[in-house]
């Protein structure tokens, strides 16, 4: 069985004192990464995005998941492999069709350098993002 990943690109506008450092940090990190002079008329502010807009309407586990991954410009397969479970069980929570159980969601706080519980599914949790 052959699979298809997708390759989402990510377009950020860096300008003001310490860009160049900002800029040579990406550059170390992702040395793949094409870094363009500026912006076009095509790039929009994230909290103006479609996806941030869902997120604020209903925030769940699942939800943030997705946010986290593709800001992070992962494709389900890289965060499967770097989490440990088959690229299916990604999608599942993503779309919350699975819950994350707390080995799973400290694994994904790993990668993501964030707060666990994040990706809990308790109702105190969906408040903050």
Known sequence: MLVQEKTHHIEVNVTGPGSDLVIDAVKARYPGAVVAPSADENTIRWDTSP??????????????????RERAALTVVELARLVGTKYPNI??????????????????ADVFRCEYTKFLDAPDNRTTC
């Open 51 to 68: 996806l941030a807009a869902e997120i604020r309407t209903g925030k769940t586990p699942g939800k943030l998941l997705r946010a986290y």
């Open 91 to 108: 999608v599942a929570m993503e779309r919350d069709r699975r819950t994350i159980g707390l080995d799973m969601a400290r694994k994904l």
